[in-house]
């Protein structure tokens, strides 16, 4: 009985020390060119854009680095939600001296419709412990947070990048670039973005997501940090759906109602019908990346 | 009530606490109990359906006859018909109770036995009906045999400490083999599988592969998980799985996989048949036709089919499981026809079965068999299913982007090399662990403590929660 209370307590210890020490530190571990630490690393940043994958696919690293003198940096995680948003500008702020001219902020209609969860475990592991618990408030408030999540959350998740590291992180080095995708992706033809199958026509405000963009600005403002929303272009099918549309109508509302900067995707001169620029609904080919960014950068100047 | 869940930990303390605190001869009387509780908990009206089956076939095999064993045959069948397959009839709302393809193939093996007077029958309808309910093997199995289960769920069991924590270490093992490896390889295999055609060869294989892999550990580890909680209450189950990856040929693979299952179908099925009348006429007229051939092989051919083929019913009426019968119906008929020719010819090139490099291309070869069957067996329909080998004999290639592509199910390209390694590190464990066992029956019985230690911290930390089905419960 005594070896059996042994071996429980044993393992139990192991589990706990290393489940505190990844929510404690894991934001500590040196990751080179991407996520927060990679921004926080690379010091003189000017201009710092912070949004999902599409930001990650659709925004070419290196077009910007020669407009911006290399002082530019974009943090994505896949799926990250406008809930996060203030997190992570909270982290920014609170572990970088840096002063950014330009916080530039995705602005997606239907992240405003996302139910609150997690869908890209870096986002936790980049956090510090004050930011995983603001963000794990967020997701509590859901009602499709269950005991599963609050274990992924605090116990599993970013684990297996921790136990990885060594072998991992050099790989990881080779696809991006400050936080942007280096490979090129090639389109996924007409017909393939002509059938996929999307559906908005259930879509309603998540009220989380529509408080977090509330608190961003207010933030931002607080602080005396300059910031503008980026709406990046979808296939004409999706940016053409009349749900979207009107997402898109109340999102500029409640930025127009702080008189927040915005670029929508019809102020930069892009063809959102061309198959070639597009691997599916939201995020651009190689082909797409480069020519969407060339005129961006013309319009954000 | 899933078996991984805090409900059921609570309900085995109590089960464990009020099992050794009753006098000796009530034990089964605990037993019965808990387990319709446990079967009730799932769906309280499917308990109906399970009591007409232990009523009816207790009630007709106390006076065995021809007719009550065909009756028998004719209620459980029907039930299970009903359920299992009126889906395929346009039925879409019915709820299939739980267990009842094992549970009906217990009946019906208790019948036939009755019917076969191998066993005497059980005059008390409640121990009856506590061998058919057992909690611990009523849902996935094993399909365990009247003649070793009931005594020992008769018998008294006094608390044993040994049992307890022998049951414990199984139960940890179980949960590793479920949660860890087969939790972990379930998005991938269901992201390939929902969308073949997305993929190329080289992912297409690895999917099957891993499925291979996913469909083991699950089951065995549910087996492993139902055999620890049985030890714990001093019963012992019979054995579902040795080690069937390492098989040498395809005969032996369907001796160590599902055993209970095959040995169910050999015991009820495959010998009836080939002692049938039908099959003697048959048998004599490709006699006939074939001279030269082996009495006894021409004997086995037509119920070899027909157990293939019932075997690929039973888990389910859809085309993928009849091909997937008649697949290993073949195989099953062109290894057990050619033995004999190949052990002349082995005798002839002096070939040697203990040649080490022989047996890892037996192995490969058995294990390559498996996995061609077993697409057949995931798709979710034929279409799928020869998609699947058109493109793995078309589209595998060997290059960076293959490999980069195969990566791509891991699920989000950050995680998804990090998760490659882990599951590389997992599944070549197990395979050591397992090759280890294969060659020393009695490796890894030392240091049980520690072996716990280290199965509970990866369960913890790399285990997948919040996924406690098991794949066999489908069926």
């Known amino acids: ?301 | 009530m899933s078996l991984i869940s805090l409900t059921f930990l609570i309900f085995m303390i109590v089960l464990l606490i009020a099992y050794y605190k009753v006098s000796a001869d009530r034990q089964w009387i605990v037993l019965l109990v808990f387990s319709l509780a446990f079967y009730m908990w799932v769906h309280p009206l499917c308990v109906i359906f399970l009591a007409v089956s232990v009523i009816a076939t207790w009630y007709l095999a106390r006076t065995p006859s021809r007719i009550n064993f065909l009756l028998t045959v004719a209620i459980n069948l029907g039930i299970l018909i009903v359920f299992r397959y009126s889906i395929y009839f346009g039925v879409h709302d019915l709820i299939v109770p739980l267990g009842i393809s094992f549970y009906t193939f217990m009946t019906l093996g208790y019948a036939h036995d009755c019917y076969q007077k191998k066993i005497e029958p059980e005059q008390d309808l409640l121990h009856y009906a506590l061998f058919i309910t057992y909690f611990p093997q009523l849902t996935e199995g094993p399909i365990g045999t009247y003649q070793k289960m009931q005594p020992q769920l008769l018998a008294p069991h006094r608390f044993d400490l040994t049992n307890i924590k022998e049951g414990g270490y199984r139960i940890i093992k179980g949960l590793f083999k479920k949660l860890v490896i087969a939790g972990r390889l379930t998005y991938y295999v269901d992201t390939v599988f929902s969308s073949p055609k997305d993929y190329g060869g080289l992912t297409l294989i690895t999917a099957v592969f891993f499925y291979a892999v996913e469909l083991y550990a699950d089951f065995s580890g549910y087996m492993d998980i139902v055999c620890g909680i049985s030890k714990m209450l001093g019963i012992e189950l019979a054995e579902n799985f040795r080690r069937p990856y390492f098989s040498r040929n395809i005969q032996e693979y369907w001796r160590r996989w599902h055993i209970t299952l095959n040995e169910w179908f050999k015991e009820h099925l495959m010998l009836p048949a080939v002692t049938s009348k039908w099959n003697i006429k048959i048998s004599k007229v490709m006699y006939k036709i074939f001279p030269k051939a082996k009495k006894g092989t021409i004997r086995t051919i037509f119920p070899l089919i027909l157990v293939w083929i019932v075997t690929g019913i039973w888990h389910g009426a859809e085309a993928v499981y009849m091909c997937w019968g008649i697949y290993f119906a073949i195989v099953m008929l062109i290894s057990f026809t050619t033995t004999g020719y190949f052990k002349k010819l082995k005798l002839r090139i002096k070939w040697n079965d203990s040649n080490i490099f022989i047996i890892i291309f037996q192995t490969l070869r058995t294990f390559v068999i498996v996995l061609f069957g077993e697409v057949m067996f995931r798709a979710h329909t034929m279409s799928d299913a020869l998609l699947i080998y058109k493109k793995i004999f078309t589209t595998t290639r060997i290059s960076a982007d293959a490999l980069t592509a195969a990566l791509v199910p891991f699920g989000n390209g950050n995680q998804a090399a990090a998760s490659s390694i882990i599951l590389a590190v997992l599944i070549g464990g197990l395979f050591i662990v397992e090759l280890r066992k294969e060659t020393d029956e009695h490796a890894f019985t030392k240091h049980r403590y520690v072996q716990a230690c280290i199965m509970l911290t990866a369960i913890a930390l790399l285990g997948i929660i919040g996924r406690s089905n098991f794949m066999y419960q489908q069926f």
């Open chain 1, 1 to 301: 009985m005594k070896k059996t209370v042994t071996t429980l307590l044993i393992a139990l210890l192991i589990v706990s020390s290393v489940v505190v020490c990844k929510n404690l530190f894991s934001y500590r571990i040196p990751i080179g060119n991407r996520g927060i630490q990679g921004a926080v690393k690379s010091g003189d940043i000017d201009r710092l854009f912070i949004g999902s994958s599409t930001f990650r696919s659709n925004l070419d690293i290196d077009i910007l680095d020669k407009t911006y003198d290399g002082k530019d940096y974009i943090i994505a995680y896949g799926g990250n939600q406008l809930m996060a948003f203030p997190i992570q500008y909270d982290e920014i702020a609170g572990r970088s001296d840096n002063k950014y001219d330009l916080m530039i902020f995705e602005l997606d209609p239907l992240m405003l419709t996302e139910p609150v969860k997690l869908s890209d475990s870096r986002v936790v592991f980049d956090l510090s412990w004050n930011g995983k618990k603001a963000l794990w408030d967020n997701l509590a408030g859901s009602e499709d947070t269950d005991f599963s999540v609050f274990y992924e959350y605090f116990v599993t998740s970013g684990l297996d990048d921790i136990f990885t590291y060594p072998l991992t992180e050099p790989f990881y080095s080779t696809r991006y670039k400050k936080g942007a995708k280096t490979g090129d992706t090639p389109s996924s033809g007409r017909d393939f973005l002509e059938n996929e199958k999307f559906d908005i026509s259930e879509a309603v405000i998540d009220p989380i997501q529509e408080r977090a963009v509330r608190q961003l600005i207010e933030k931002c403002r607080a602080n005396g940090q300059d910031i503008c929303f980026l709406e990046s272009p979808h296939y004409h099918r999706l940016s053409d759906d009349p749900v979207y549309k009107l997402y898109l109508q109340y999102f500029k509302d409640m930025l127009d109602e702080y008189g927040v900067r915005y670029i929508l995707a019809t102020d930069v001169p892009f063809d959102a019908s061309e198959p070639e620029y597009f691997e599916d609904m939201g995020h651009m080919s190689g082909a797409g990346r480069r020519t969407y960014t060339e005129e961006l950068v013309k319009v954000l100047r």
